[in-house]
């Protein structure tokens, strides 16, 4: 059996959360394969609203296996909230989320680095959901950092001592205040409640799982557009966030990818610092950004909104070998009389129909014009009954991008979805 992988293909936020509570029945299995609690991802069912933010997004299909695995990093403190907020709706994840080992966790001092650090770039912050989640992936790449299985050692304190002392001595090379340990007293708190689960060597299980025929899904976070090679450095998050970081971040063979299922609003968003070559600093976008309720899930910030790019689409559909895709927040379109989609953009004066390694250079955008609808689309559910416009504003994006349109998100909510 092959694992499917579902990511975002924009600078994320793209209704991931939203899609994978739909597939999950699906599937036996869920997993996270890398970021960490920078992600939000949104479910709504039933009159309830839930963040996810470290903890897959199976978790409300009672028969789902949940795993995060060793590409994730674990904040033991957002962990403990996650885990406190479910059970208040009765989730008990004890039987049925694991945990991989090889997790690394984010010290409450990554969090402080974090938040020097960006201070201290100024205007040129990258715009960090402050979560600490480039400090901690420093350090595993730098070889320092703790692992979840490292709980159990005996010397863990010592290591969370040694490890912490040595992030004091680089926040001294910036000028910033902190107190650490009220959060660390929460920290290691966290820490007791991690171990309530079953820490396992994740590869191992999730190979048995493919061999014994069972059905994985690998849920991303983040976007295609904020991955660490491919994004638009240096205003991207700190691991590969496309396909390829589902092999890393779970310990599966290259051969052993199924489908690979993108996930692209109607229009385009991105919170953070950084270039987005569509965006509408104007009427339109404040339009799209009421509409849409675009306010990030984990911090709050508001979302800065434009039209959907289609060089930048076909980029992350390259990247991660697109097998089906599937738009969400049509319905936030209803009502614009133009809808406008960028077909290539103008670099120093020249035409170009790719993303370039130049992408924080102003890319002017070329834009083609769609008829826009008046409907209310929220309620529909066959894509027959879709305007003629939004179908017609659909078939081009498949024709451009060349891969399928498989399901049409129409709202929020789990029922509003139209699969094709
Ligand atoms: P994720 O990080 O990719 O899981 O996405 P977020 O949860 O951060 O942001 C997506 C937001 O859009 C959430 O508030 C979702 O509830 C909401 N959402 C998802 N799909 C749709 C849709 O089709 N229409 C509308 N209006 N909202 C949606
Ligand atoms: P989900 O999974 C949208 C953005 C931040 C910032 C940059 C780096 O919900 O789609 P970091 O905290 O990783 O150092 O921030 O990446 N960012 C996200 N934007 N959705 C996310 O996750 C994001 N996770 C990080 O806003 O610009
Ligand atoms: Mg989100």
Redesign the pocket.
Known sequence: MKLDVLL?LQ????G??KIVDVLAPKYNVISRFQ??P????TLEFSKIKHVLHTIPSGVFREETVNIIGNGVVIDPVIFKQEIEDLEELNVDLTRNLYISKRAHLILPSHRIL?AASEKAKGKTK??????G??PTYMDKTGRNGLRVGDVINPEFKEKYDFLTNKHKDLIKLYDFDYNLEEYEENWFKGIEIIKKFKLIESEHEINKYLNEEKLILAE????TL?DIDFGSYP?????NTICAGACTGLGVAPNKIGNVIGIFKAYCT?????PFPTELENEEGETLRKQGHEF????G?P?RCGWLDLPALKYSVMLNGVTELMVTKADVLSGFDTIKVCTHYKLNGKEIDYLPFEINEPLEPVLKEFKGWKEDISKIDSFGNLPQEFKDYLLYIEEEVKVPIKLVSVGPNRDQTIFR
């Open positions: 975002g600078w994320g936020d793209e991931k959360g970021g960490g920078n992600a939000g991802h974090d990258i715009g960090s959901t402050l979560k989640i480039g991303g976070a983040q976007g904020l205003f991207v998050t700190s691991s991105r919170v953070g610092s950084g990030g899930a984990t911090t910030r979302r």
